[in-house]
């Protein structure tokens, strides 16, 4: 973009959008007192409905337990630091989409302030109760910044599991009832879902290879059944794992597909000597996708879904999206081999990232889901692979459109989305604007193709917007304000006073022809972002500063 003449006359604008730099905001959401016990039940419930369908490392009647302690305590039996713990970090988690969809004023970010003020009282580096307490902060990491690398807590929370013999089969027979085996269980997996999805992401090891793991999948019925009474809450929750148990099963073969991926290009220099090797290749990618889609076959079916995880288009998202991881990696491989990638693999990469673009794009518009930076990368990546496969077809003079026909309105979707959540996550902002060039680049020379609609090629409609303080993520405490400890936080977090002004998509913004971008060129792309949105965005990173000198610069030439 720098070296390009089409951006001279820019170039300030451009360098100071760019330089835009993630801003954590100093919060105006303080510690939360606990809440009244009809608010309290409700975000209680929106958790059991929600994260505890997907996440139930957490038993129900321990959570039933701790929340009677605090909202029905009688003398004998007084709340301690692990039941306010616990229930705080469950406000906070439930609280995020409640916030968000406008059903409470509350910010999330103060009942996780208020839970870490019990973190020095609690384990939270060892035994099965910390790894518990380290997961609960991870679930809310998602969400909001915690200071601290989601793929560390997952490892963090692997090496106690494996400690503790996690990782292994029962000896039979033993002592420990059945219902703290399954608990067990469920905690093992529940590391290994952050772990696989996390180190995936990054392209970092496995905290424990799948040949060191011999404990069973936990049984689909929970063991932990709650009490009509529990907690006062009039929410019948099951104990139904067949949801989690589904997840584990994806994240298996996920996993599987990574080391395939990674052996086959480690050998690269010997395999692509091998005439065989393309077709080697092949076959792995196809053996992948008829495992997955055999995958998607075996779902549990809901009759009345009770949230997003129960739903079949939940289903059909998390299929194409690891599709896509699939795909990807496969394109990765061919190319580096300088061998060729037929059409037949370019629709199928293509088809994958469309079908990303859309099933997001609906669930967010109907408020199914919320956004998150994971979810941003996501979608990045998907519209940088259009934009990939549009560009290769342009290349190969077989003309733009064969292989996606509607482009066009998939990268519209793709940017409209990515534009909207980038206005609740300022930090992502830079990915947003970079995109809209690329989709402007591409409508410019390929909408015309007759086997597509032709869109306007100007840019999308938006304001800088003052965004307020409490629809910001992530959050960081005030100095005076509990976090989480230092020997598991990362370094950098600098609060910026006052409301954050997020920049809008230039209008200045030059044509510039990224048709001719090849793999290195995205892999560089998405490389910043992948440590971006499992939390390891390092924002005093020299690049920052390296840009803001870059902008000095170019004021003082007067350019």
């Known amino acids: 973009m720098f070296s390009s003449s089409a951006w001279k006359a820019s170039r300030e604008r451009l360098l100071q959008c760019l330089a835009y730099k993630p801003r954590i905001a100093e919060p105006l959401a303080t510690q939360h007192q606990l809440p009244q016990l009809e608010m309290a039940t409700q ?82 580096t ?15 990491g998602v969400y909001h910044h915690v200071g601290t690398s989601l793929w560390e807590l997952a490892r963090q929370c692997m090496r106690a599991c494996i400690e503790m013999e996690y990782h292994l089969p029962l000896i039979s027979p033993t002592s420990l009832p059945d219902l703290d085996k399954q608990h067990n269980q469920r905690i093992f997996w529940e590391c290994y879902l952050l772990d696989r999805y996390s180190s995936t992401t990054l392209g970092r090891p496995f905290a424990i290879a799948d040949h060191d793991i011999e404990v069973d999948l936990p049984s689909k019925v929970g063991l932990d059944t709650r009490t009509s009474s529990g907690a006062g809450s009039t929410l019948a929750t099951s104990s139904d794992l067949s949801v989690f148990i589904y997840m584990v099963q994806l994240r298996q073969i996920t996993s599987r597909i990574r080391s395939k991926l990674l052996a086959m290009s480690s050998n690269s220099q010997d395999h692509h000597r091998s005439f065989m090797a393309t077709g080697q290749i092949y076959a792995s990618l196809h053996k992948f996708l008829a495992e997955l889609d055999h995958w998607r076959t075996s779902a549990p079916r809901y009759e009345q879904p009770k949230g997003l995880y129960e739903s079949q288009e939940w289903y059909d998202f998390m299929l194409e999206k690891d599709k896509l991881f699939l795909m990807r990696g496969g394109v990765n491989i061919l190319f580096k081999s300088r061998r060729g990638v037929s059409q037949d693999i370019m629709r199928l990469w293509g088809r994958c990232a469309t079908r990303v673009v859309e099933l997001y794009a609906s669930l967010y518009r109907t408020g199914r889901v919320t956004y998150t930076r994971s979810y941003f990368q996501i979608l990045f990546h998907a519209g940088l692979s259009v934009i990939f496969c549009v560009s290769s077809e342009a290349k190969s003079r077989t003309g733009a459109g064969r292989l996606i026909p509607d482009f066009d309105a998939t990268l519209s979707v793709c940017g409209d989305t990515l534009d909207a959540i980038s206005e609740k996550l300022p930090d992502a902002r830079g990915y947003a604007v970079v995109f809209e060039s690329m989709r402007r680049s591409v409508f410019d020379n390929f909408s015309a193709s007759p086997t597509t609609t032709a869109y306007p090629a100007t840019p999308r409609e938006t304001h800088t917007t003052s965004l307020p303080i409490q629809d910001m993520a992530p959050v960081v405490p005030q100095q005076n304000e509990p976090s989480m400890p230092t020997s598991i936080q990362s370094q950098g977090l600098h609060p910026a006073s006052g409301p954050v002004q997020a920049p809008a998509y230039p209008q200045w913004m030059p044509e510039l022809d990224w048709t001719d971008m090849n793999f290195d060129t995205m892999q560089g792309m998405e490389g910043g972002l992948n440590e971006y949105a499992w939390g390891d965005l390092n924002i005093n990173a020299d690049m920052w500063n390296r840009i803001e000198h870059m902008i000095d610069d170019t004021i003082d030439d007067g350019q």
């Open 43 to 124: 975000l209680l419930d929106t958790f059991l409905r929600g994260s505890q369908v997907m996440h139930p490392f957490l038993l129900v009647t321990h959570i039933d337990e701790s929340f009677d302690r605090i909202y029905r305590a009688t003398g004998t039996e007084q709340p301690g630091a692990q039941d306010m713990f616990t229930i705080l970090m469950i406000f906070a988690i439930a609280a995020v989409t409640m916030y968000r969809n406008g059903k409470i004023r509350e910010h999330p970010y103060g009942y996780y302030l208020s839970a870490m003020r019990h973190l020095g009282r609690i384990p939270y």
């Open 126 to 140: 060892t035994g099965k109760q910390g790894v518990q307490n380290l997961l609960l902060v991870a679930r809310f």
